[in-house]
T-cell receptor, first 118, second 110 residues
Framework: NAGVMQNPRHLVRRRGQEARLRCSPM?????VYWYRQLPEEGLKFMVY????????ESGMPKERFSAEFPKEGPSILRIQQVVRGDSAAYFCASSPPGLAGGGTGELFFGEGSRLTVL | EDQVTQSPEALRLQEGESSSLNCSYT??????LFWYRQDPGKGPEFLFTLYSAGEEKEKERLKATLTKKESFLHITAPKPEDSATYLC???????????FGTGTSLTVIP
């Protein structure tokens, strides 16, 4: 049973370019979370999605950032017109559905995508 | 405001020297508290879930406990392979977000 798959593992972009980060959740998992981690800082929540729905995007900057989780295919975190401050590790996590539909609690993380903006 | 604070930030132990890591939290309603281990350059790896005060979970040399305001991760007779950053996270009753602490970086010296 493959774990959460993220790609690319490393991405270098110049200021103003676009970054697309992909996440395939574990088989059977319908909940996807995206987190950002900066050195010396904790994991910061960005967005929570279920298939074809954004449930909570309160942690995502209003501009330049968007996320989707289509019916088919991976979840994608898209950052337009990247700036140096976007350099970070971006982690995707998935969880299986729980009785209340809000997930069972445990998050299973991918290895992360490390974005460097030059 | 929901908050999770972990202490100490860093901890160095001799192999076999037991200790505890602390996670204190302030949330409006706790659904669950989670412990993760993160190795350098890797994603966090799930360790434990605790749901109610008084609950305890064990796995090898690790034991997690929960009170109404904090959780402890006890490490008994640690080995060098236990070196990692240990993260604490809480899930609130709204269920949408997991709030993570900044972690405790543990180094176990042979």
């Amino acid at each position: 049973n493959a774990g959460v798959m993220q790609n690319p593992r490393h991405l270098v972009r110049r200021r103003g370019q676009e970054a697309r980060l992909r996440c395939s959740p574990m088989k059977g998992h319908s909940h996807v979370y995206w987190y950002r981690q900066l050195p010396e800082e904790g994991l910061k929540f960005m967005v929570y999605l279920q298939k074809e729905n954004i449930i909570d995007e309160s942690g995502m900057p209003k501009e330049r950032f968007s996320a989707e989780f289509p019916k088919e295919g991976p979840s994608i975190l898209r950052i337009q017109q990247v700036v140096r401050g976007d350099s970070a590790a971006y982690f995707c996590a998935s969880s299986p559905p729980g009785l209340a539909g809000g997930g069972t609690g445990e998050l299973f993380f991918g290895e992360g995508s490390r974005l460097t903006v030059l | 405001e929901d908050q999770v604070t972990q202490s100490p930030e860093a901890l160095r132990l001799q192999e076999g020297e037991s200790s505890s890591l602390n996670c204190s939290y302030t949330v409006s309603g706790l659904r669950g508290l989670f412990w993760y281990r993160q190795d350098p350059g890797k994603g966090p790896e799930f360790l434990f879930t605790l749901y109610s005060a008084g609950e305890e979970k064990e796995k090898e040399r690790l034991k997690a406990t929960l009170t109404k305001k904090e959780s402890f991760l006890h490490i008994t007779a640690p080995k060098p392979e236990d070196s990692a950053t240990y993260l604490c996270a809480v899930q609130t009753n709204t269920g949408n977000q997991f709030y993570f602490g900044t972690g405790t970086s543990l180094t176990v010296i042979p």
